[in-house]
């Protein structure tokens, strides 16, 4: 069972661990002004899915929910009072730890601040007297939570653990810097685990409440919290680094889109009704990058998630000549219904008025008032409905002759028709949206001609399809998107991530880090046997990352269907955007194949590696793919290195590389040394006979 927690709705769905089908669906408002928050929302949508659904609760062998908590938390200000401990040596570099550790109060935005408070420990006084002394001094000055931050901490988290656990004895709530990231970069760290820190008590009470009505429920599993980078961890590891589940919604909809949709590749655009988030899924992995809070940026790994105040149900601001804006109010803020989910006798003599949805913002915002003392508001979704962009099956399919008699006192006042006021409200929409479409495009080399926008969320059909024109890009909205943010709660794999700084990795380095990886993944939940660990160098920052992906114990199963060779062609034809008679299959091995069309495109050979599901795992848009055995790699590896080199007039840009050994995919890209390379491939190829067939692929990068 997956339960996402979204602004307007809370929503539950239960999944066939077999087949992997939907067998109930379940929706609450979401409980924002509850005593217990948003998790009195979980628990009720939890326990109405079971009963209308008829399902025991034994059951239930896997249940996980997203959380809005920590996001709505920092929005809101509602946070602890912090007190850091900074701890390290005397002499120039003391001062320069007691530099680093003594942050200001960490600016939220909209006059809203965590407020800090800080003091410095030498390492060579401490004891536990002088520990507990220093506690209760910053109690005193109003501290509710405790974060213990060490010089080089990283490397020995000893004085750390130790302020920790003495704050915990005392009935503080603490955490240790080093605990959530082991990157250098004192200040950074400090900040994180300020951030972190703030939030614990609140997030605790919701933790603790939701797992106690779940075990009342009468569900045994370990119940699961969605993170912000995609994946999920037990509510116990949650409760050390609730700061993880930033923006786990858009999280979830993302990995529903990755596991249930088979978009391997393209622009994810979820779309509720106050917010749209956009972001990447390339080569079957999510973008990710660290959060950045109150104009900081943090250790916090998440998805690379733009979040507009445009969506489905966002109002129109607009004056005799114009659509000022669309948003970032919504319907649901101002109390109103959507005139295209209403009926139209109940749009009754209506007149145009303008107002304020909230104290202090602009008093252009447009209201329909009708002589039977019903109220109603223009959005997003009335527009789409009226220019016929949403189709019957769509979640957005509403009324479009109520929606076209409630905007023509709006399209009356503008001199104009309702059709050119809806095109007008939906290209204000689109000039807020194409920028970030762009702007991602960019940032992670995406090919327009290989882009498609995949609509998810109630509210998609109401701007996917008029951006995606404007744009000349594909799209789709699959079925059950509405709900698809509750598929990927579900079907998420636990996540965990390591970084270090090492310049130079060798092979115990990773090692090293790599078993790291593979301990905090089965920390949070994950099956020993199933955790893959992707190891990325970047030469730039000498930052070393692990990234351990694993299955729980309940969902090991591999049951998605899979693709036959015809599906398989058809798939990347589509993706290669060419006729299925001009591609063909290059090489593959049982789990995966390859495809290239048979003419170069543009002076450019692209070809699509699929797996045996029908999963796009490496988009390229030039390049060579070869079938060779498993011993033979490093010759392979090194003729496609000079093969596929793009000479600059003031650089080399040496290919990217990915190798497809049993069922795993190899990814080596942004790695730009030879050794490193070799070195990595020759570790990860340690478990792979020299006699088995392997597929060794080279990208030429084109940026």
């Not at 600059?648 to 050794?675: H, Q, S, W």
Request: hydrophobic share 40%.
């Amino acid at each position: 069972m997956g339960i996402d927690v979204g602004g307007t709705h809370t929503k539950a769905v239960a999944i066939d661990n077999a087949t992997h089908e939907i067998i109930g669906k379940s929706s609450v408002k979401t409980t924002h002004d509850h005593e217990y928050g948003v998790a009195a929302g979980v628990v009720r949508v939890f326990q109405n899915c079971l009963e209308e659904n008829n399902i025991s609760p034994g059951e239930v062998i896997f249940v996980a929910h997203s959380t809005t908590q920590a996001t709505n938390a920092l929005v809101e200000g509602d946070v602890a009072v912090v007190g850091i401990i900074g701890m390290g040596g005397g002499g120039p570099g003391g001062l320069l730890a007691k530099a680093e550790t003594a942050i200001k109060d960490v600016d939220l935005g909209n006059g809203r601040s965590i407020r800090v408070h800080c003091c410095y420990l030498k390492q060579k006084d401490l004891n536990d007297e002088l520990a507990a002394k220093t506690i209760k001094e910053l109690a005193g000055k109003g501290a509710g939570v405790i974060v213990a931050s060490a010089a080089f901490g990283v490397d020995d988290m000893e004085d750390e653990q130790c302020m920790h656990d003495i704050a915990r004895s005392l009935g503080f709530e603490a955490t240790m810097a080093s605990d959530i990231t082991k990157l250098y970069g004192l200040t950074r760290r400090t900040r994180t685990a300020a951030i972190n820190a703030s939030i614990l008590p609140k997030m605790l009470d919701t933790a603790n409440s939701t797992e106690r009505a779940v075990r009342e429920a009468g569900v045994k599993v370990p119940l699961m919290i969605m993170r912000g980078d995609g994946g999920v961890m037990e509510a116990g590891e949650m409760k050390k680094r609730p700061v993880l589940t930033m923006l786990s919604g858009p999280a979830a909809s993302v990995m529903g889109s990755l596991m249930y949709l088979r978009a391997s590749n393209g622009i994810y655009f979820e779309v509720g009704g106050t917010t749209t988030n956009i972001g990447v899924i390339k080569n079957g992995r999510p973008a990710i990058d660290y959060s950045v809070v109150g104009g900081h940026r943090t250790y916090i790994s998440s998805l690379d998630v733009r979040v507009l105040g445009v969506a489905g149900g966002s109002m129109v601001r607009a004056n005799r000549n114009s659509i000022v804006d669309v948003g970032p109010r919504s319907a649901h803020i101002a109390g109103l219904d959507y005139a295209v989910f209403s009926k139209e006798e109940d749009i009754v003599d209506p007149r145009l008025e303008f107002f304020s949805p909230k104290p202090g913002d602009p008093a252009d915002y447009v209201a329909i008032r009708c002589s039977n003392g019903k109220a109603f508001t223009i959005t997003n979704s009335c527009a789409a409905n009226v220019l016929g962009l949403v189709l019957p099956d769509h979640f957005s399919y509403g009324n479009a002759e109520a929606a076209r008699k409630a905007m023509l006192p709006l399209a009356e006042y503008m001199n104009t028709s309702v059709e050119d006021v809806s095109a007008r409200i939906l290209t204000r929409a689109y000039e807020k949206i194409a920028p970030v479409i762009n702007d991602l495009s960019l940032k992670y080399k995406l090919e327009k001609d290989a882009i498609s926008l995949v609509g998810v969320g109630g509210g998609a059909a109401a701007l996917i399809g008029f951006c995606a024109e404007r744009m000349g890009l594909r799209y789709s909205i699959p079925e059950n998107a509405e709900v698809i943010s509750s598929i990927g709660v579900a079907l998420a794999m636990v996540r965990d991530v390591v970084e270090r700084v090492v310049p130079n990795p060798g092979p115990e380095d990773i090692r090293s880090i790599k078993a790291e990886a593979v301990d905090k993944a089965v920390g949070s939940g994950a099956a020993p046997e199933t955790v893959e660990v992707h190891i990325e160098i970047d030469p730039q920052t000498s930052k070393l990352s692990a990234i351990a992906l694993g299955s729980t114990e309940a969902k090991t199963a591999d049951l998605l269907k899979e693709a036959g060779e015809d599906e398989s062609l058809r798939l990347a034809a589509a993706d290669l955007k060419a006729p299925p008679e001009e591609v063909k299959a290059l090489c593959a091995t049982k789990q995966f194949r390859v495809y290239g069309t048979e003419a170069p495109q543009k002076g450019r050979r692209p070809f699509r590696i699929l797996d045996k599901k029908g999963f796009i795992k490496v988009q390229c848009a030039d390049g060579k793919a070869l079938l060779g055995k498993g011993g033979a790699y490093r010759e392979l590896i090194t003729s496609l290195w000079d093969e596929l080199a793009a000479y600059k007039a003031d650089a080399i840009l040496r290919p990217d590389f990915y190798i497809c050994a049993g069922n795993r995919v190899m990814d080596y890209a942004g790695t730009g040394d030879l050794e490193q390379i070799l070195m990595l491939i020759e570790m990860d190829m340690q478990t792979v006979n020299a006699e088995d067939q392997v597929i060794i692929a080279g990208a030429r990068n084109i940026w």
